[in-house]
């Protein structure tokens, strides 16, 4: 089979694009025949040494997958085989990953696509997706009438949060850095949405909420703590998924004298009955039209490298190039 691959973890021209042998699925598993796949900050970190874990060589790369099962595995009775199915977490702990032609998958870390959504969607929504859910309700529990702050409403986990928010009946307020983010924000439900490059952020967000933000959505690599807590409601939640190197300083008093929580937490770590929850309000979503997916650009599968680049180059590089998933077909 086809598949984009690394033999040592290194810059985005380490990934190779060539023949593997396709993989069985064990006990357990399913064998996708993969349609589509999304490529995630994390998979350009896992892919650089930036987060250090035991890789199979060659390793796959890639979390995310959508496409159609095509054996089972011993004991695998969930999903027979012609079953269009999605899902995420894989390319991590030891697993290997998504962007080949097959990929051997739990059956328990994959979903069923629902009718008329199409694989690219699904792929695209996979971990954001899930990781949105996870933040927004078991830890922040963020209920209808509320008002969340999301960073960077246009992007891939901006936009998703941004929208989940709106299906239960939140206000949102975001940012973006140009005018055509901000449509973007304003399509996909914001209440308000501000210019971080030319407005004052802070003013805006005390303008649409005097009381303060009940949930804070923190996608900044170097939250300022300060600022967001004197943001931040008597007893709001502040939800915390990026800057694993920061060292930020802590306004303790503040926090604690307002009552709020800090909640950080890694998707890939959450039980996996969660993460099928999870799927299960994405999928509905997704039907419902309440959600979708925020996708920039597709590509196919052997431009892996050039993805990772695009995609590295705006995580870590900020060039404000992309708005929204990229996401790579098979």
């Given at each position: 089979m086809q598949?984009?691959?690394?033999?040592e973890t290194?810059?985005p021209?380490a990934?190779?694009y060539?023949e593997?042998p396709r993989p069985?699925?064990?006990p357990?598993q399913?064998?996708?025949k993969?349609?589509?796949?999304a490529?995630?900050?994390i998979?350009t970190y896992?892919?650089?040494?930036?987060?250090?874990?035991?890789l199979p060589?060659?390793?796959?790369?890639g979390c995310?997958?959508?496409?159609v099962v095509?054996?089972?595995?011993?004991g695998?009775?969930r999903?027979?085989?012609?079953?269009?199915?999605?899902?995420?977490?894989?390319g991590l702990l030891?697993?290997?990953g998504?962007?080949?032609?097959?990929?051997?998958?739990?059956?328990d870390l994959?979903?069923?696509?629902?009718?008329?959504?199409?694989?690219?969607d699904a792929?695209?929504?996979?971990?954001?997706?899930?990781?949105?859910?996870?933040g927004?309700f078991?830890?922040?529990?963020?209920s209808?009438?509320?008002?969340l702050?999301v960073?960077?409403?246009s992007?891939g986990?901006?936009?998703t949060?941004?929208?989940m928010a709106k299906?239960v009946?939140?206000r949102?307020?975001t940012?973006?850095?140009?005018?055509?983010?901000?449509?973007?924000?304003?399509q996909?439900?914001?209440d308000?949405?501000?210019?971080?490059?030319t407005?004052?952020?802070?003013?805006a967000?005390?303008?649409a909420?005097p009381?303060g933000?009940d949930?804070?959505?923190?996608?900044l690599?170097?939250?300022?703590?300060d600022r967001?807590?004197?943001l931040l409601a008597?007893g709001?939640r502040?939800?915390?998924?990026a800057?694993?190197?920061?060292?930020?300083e802590?306004?303790v008093?503040p926090?604690?004298?307002?009552?709020?929580s800090?909640?950080g937490?890694?998707?890939?770590n959450?039980?996996?009955?969660e993460q099928a929850?999870a799927a299960?309000?994405v999928?509905r979503?997704l039907?419902e039209g309440?959600?979708?997916?925020?996708?920039?650009r597709v590509?196919p599968?052997a431009e892996?490298a050039a993805?990772?680049q695009l995609?590295?180059?705006n995580?870590?590089g900020?060039?404000?190039?992309?708005?929204?998933k990229?996401v790579?077909?098979?």
């Amino acid at each position: 089979m086809q598949a984009a691959f690394i033999n040592e973890t290194g810059p985005p021209s380490a990934i190779q694009y060539g023949e593997l042998p396709r993989p069985q699925p064990g006990p357990g598993q399913v064998l996708v025949k993969v349609a589509a796949v999304a490529v995630n900050p994390i998979d350009t970190y896992i892919r650089g040494g930036l987060v250090a874990m035991q890789l199979p060589r060659p390793f796959v790369i890639g979390c995310d997958l959508a496409g159609v099962v095509e054996s089972c595995g011993e004991g695998a009775t969930r999903y027979a085989p012609g079953t269009r199915v999605w899902g995420s977490n894989q390319g991590l702990l030891g697993r290997q990953g998504t962007f080949a032609e097959y990929a051997a998958v739990d059956e328990d870390l994959v979903y069923p696509t629902p009718n008329g959504v199409n694989d690219v969607d699904a792929a695209a929504t996979a971990l954001v997706g899930i990781t949105a859910w996870l933040g927004l309700f078991p830890r922040a529990k963020l209920s209808a009438g509320e008002t969340l702050f999301v960073n960077g409403g246009s992007g891939g986990v901006g936009s998703t949060v941004v929208q989940m928010a709106k299906a239960v009946g939140a206000r949102v307020i975001t940012t973006a850095g140009n005018r055509e983010k901000l449509d973007i924000c304003k399509q996909l439900g914001a209440d308000v949405a501000v210019n971080y490059k030319t407005d004052d952020v802070d003013a805006a967000i005390r303008q649409a909420a005097p009381q303060g933000v009940d949930v804070w959505w923190e996608t900044l690599r170097e939250p300022n703590f300060d600022r967001s807590v004197s943001l931040l409601a008597p007893g709001g939640r502040m939800i915390v998924m990026a800057g694993r190197d920061a060292r930020p300083e802590f306004p303790v008093g503040p926090f604690y004298v307002k009552g709020c929580s800090l909640f950080g937490f890694a998707m890939f770590n959450a039980p996996r009955e969660e993460q099928a929850r999870a799927a299960d309000d994405v999928n509905r979503w997704l039907v419902e039209g309440k959600l979708r997916p925020r996708i920039d650009r597709v590509l196919p599968l052997a431009e892996a490298a050039a993805a990772h680049q695009l995609q590295e180059d705006n995580t870590l590089g900020l060039a404000g190039t992309l708005s929204g998933k990229i996401v790579l077909t098979v």
